[in-house]
């Protein structure tokens, strides 16, 4: 069973910085895009990176040039150092893979910008 587990939310100030980490179990990590999404209240979830199984990635243009997503394929885990963080990056943030045509997430930590 795939298992997403993510760390490293908390309360920031604009302009700081923050690391998430997810941890992925329970499939061939290496071998899948992972993404981050995020949500607010009362709002779809929104894809803010990805990076693909060769490395490459995407980011949404409202986090282009502070946000840079990472993944380590030994240690299963993937990464997303946010900087220069605004109060409209508050929100949840989600761990997500597709796996065999299913999604799977996290359970989500929590990002709060604020002064």
């Known amino acids: 069973q795939v298992r997403l587990v993510e760390s490293g939310g908390g309360l920031v100030q604009p302009g700081g910085s923050l690391r998430l980490s997810c941890a992925a179990s329970g499939m061939n990590f290496r071998l899948y895009a992972m993404d981050w999404y995020r949500q607010t209240p009362g709002n779809e979830r929104e894809l803010v990176a990805r990076?693909?199984?060769?490395?490459?990635?995407n980011y949404a243009d409202s986090v282009k040039g502070r946000f840079t997503i990472s993944r380590d394929n030994v240690r299963w885990a993937l990464f997303l150092q946010m900087s220069s963080l605004r109060p409209e990056d508050t929100a949840v943030y989600y761990c997500?893979?597709?796996?065999?045509?299913?999604?799977?997430w996290g359970q989500g930590t929590q990002v709060t910008v604020s002064s």
């Open positions: 990076i693909r199984s060769n490395g490459s990635t």
């Open positions: 997500h893979v597709k796996f065999r045509e299913m999604d799977f």
